[in-house]
């Protein structure tokens, strides 16, 4: 320019020259009056990693020209430029919209990356104390069943979301008890012989429950985490894709539903209809060991009440005994008569549900 126009200054030509060489850098200076060269539209958060990792990863904002900002605050040429600190603060996914530098987001992600290791590493950690509390088997299968149920592709990413609270193990382990076992509503006609089968039979398509005033043609299961039984105070919990789940109202989880998720809590109670159903329950038995406890159980179950026993597991040990049985009954009559008389066997000293 200055060859076509000979009337320009040669200070104005260098002042210029200077201006374009730099209008895609700032220049800021420190608290101590150090210079530091930033990227034109650098915030407080790139003076901050510039300086050092630790302070871009605790910065909460910051003062520039002795006025409080934030730290997304762009700086200009010339700002005195100082930051502030909390040892709370930690980077988060937004921040790489707040800088501009390639040096400040490597360095958030790398702080994203490692924070992230470790929220997994807890998550892993958390559900590996739950599986074994549930006596369940976490392995490569159990894994895979999870990614596919909350639509992870990485472990990682499953046990960082268990970590910081977006997965609750309640949700994990009534994932498991559905895939365990099926749900209380189940036919028994292969188990039953002879006439039994009339009277105890879900081939009716008569509904046993009412949901809410205001629902209609709903999928319901009774929870397995608690097996309620016809007669039963109950409520209805409306899940993520699973329908409506009917739990006892003394069962071991209602507390942490109705208390966390109120929203999703419906009304439910039993009606009567023209055919039995059968409900399956829990119970938890204990006692003196005796030879013949085992026979003595299953006669009072098969033969003086005529109820229909799916499993049973009965431990010994040091003359003491204990064990689980899951049977099919009518309603809540018929399994408190069933627990009477298990009580009066002898050597029993306790018989509870054991859900």
């Not at 762009?74 to 930051?83: A, Q, R």
């Not at 109202?249 to 929203?263: E, G, M, S, V, W």
Request: with cysteine; charged share 30%.
């Amino acid at each position: 320019d200055i060859l076509e126009n000979p009337e320009m200054n040669i200070v104005d030509f260098i002042d210029d020259f200077r201006m374009n060489a730099y209008k895609d850098e700032i220049f800021v200076f420190t608290p101590k009056g150090d210079l530091k060269k930033l990227s034109a539209g650098a915030t407080i958060l790139d003076f901050a990693y510039d300086i050092h990792s630790d302070l871009g990863d605790k910065c909460v904002g910051g003062m520039v020209n002795n006025k409080k900002v934030t730290l997304k605050h762009k700086l200009n040429n010339g700002d005195y430029v100082s930051v502030e600190i909390s040892n709370n603060q930690k980077p988060k996914i937004d921040w790489l919209d707040y800088v501009v530098t390639s040096k400040a987001k490597n360095k958030i992600r790398t702080s994203l990356n490692e924070d992230k290791k470790r929220e997994a590493a807890n998550g892993k950690e958390i559900i590996t104390r739950k599986f074994k509390n549930w006596k369940i088997t976490l392995d490569d299968e159990a894994i895979r069943l999870m990614l596919r149920h909350f639509g992870f592709k990485l472990a990682v990413d499953l046990y960082y979301n268990i970590s910081i609270g977006k997965i609750e193990p309640l949700e994990i382990k009534a994932l498991f008890i559905e895939k365990k076992k099926e749900s209380a509503k189940v036919k028994v006609e292969e188990l039953l012989p002879g006439d039994d089968i009339k009277k105890l039979s879900f081939e009716s398509s008569e509904d046993y429950l009412y949901i809410d005033n205001n629902l209609k043609d709903i999928n319901y299961k009774l929870a397995q985490c608690c097996k309620p039984v016809f007669g039963d105070e109950i409520f209805g919990f409306v899940t993520i894709g699973e329908g409506i789940k009917i739990h006892r109202k003394n069962c071991p989880n209602a507390h942490q539903l109705i208390d966390r998720f109120p929203y999703r809590v419906i009304n439910a109670k039993w009606k009567q209809t023209t055919h039995r159903n059968a409900f399956l329950a829990s119970l938890y038995i204990s006692g003196t060991d005796q030879a013949g406890i085992i026979s003595d159980i299953s006669n009072v179950i098969a033969k003086d009440i005529g109820v229909q026993m799916q499993t049973i597991n009965i431990r010994s040990e040091n003359g003491v005994f204990e064990g689980n049985l899951n049977i099919f009954v009518y309603n809540l009559e018929h399994l408190d008569f069933l627990i009477s008389k298990l009580k009066n066997i002898k050597g029993v000293t306790s018989v509870t549900r054991g859900d």
